[in-house]
Nanobody, 116 residues
Framework: EVRLVESGGGEVQPGGSLRLSCAASGFAFSETGMTWVRQAPGEVPEWISQINGIGSSTDYADSVQGRFTVSRDNTKNTLYLQMNSLKPEDTAVYYC?????????RGQGTKVTVSS
């Protein structure tokens, strides 16, 4: 059974940083591209980043380019999202998604609130 568990969210002031983690199990993690998406209240899910299976290729939405960094540790079956210079508009529930499609299996999400 595919299982994805996100953690690391919380409340932070504008300009602050958070590091999200996604613990994966039930599939060949190191062979699978992974995606981060977020969903703000009342909004549709937004694709923000993806990474290939070995971590050699990444891509970012314009809205987070230069501020967020996706990475993975295949020895720990864990995906990360380092988020710096956070803005109020980054407030959302963040999900990791199996595969490089926004519609793949996702975890329960972790909430990020950026507020002064």
């Amino acid at each position: 059974e595919v299982r994805l568990v996100e953690s690391g969210g919380g409340e932070v002031q504008p300009g602050g940083s958070l590091r999200l983690s996604c613990a994966a199990s039930g599939f060949a993690f190191s062979e699978t591209g992974m995606t981060w998406v977020r969903q703000a209240p009342g909004e549709v899910p937004e694709w923000i980043s993806q990474i290939n299976g070995i971590g050699s290729s990444t891509d970012y939405a314009d809205s987070v380019q230069g501020r967020f960094t996706v990475s993975r540790d295949n020895t720990k079956n864990t995906l990360y999202l380092q988020m710096n210079s956070l803005k109020p508009e980054d407030t959302a529930v963040y999900y990791c998604v199996k595969g490089i499609s926004i519609g793949g299996v996702r975890g329960q999400g972790t909430k990020v609130t950026v507020s002064s």
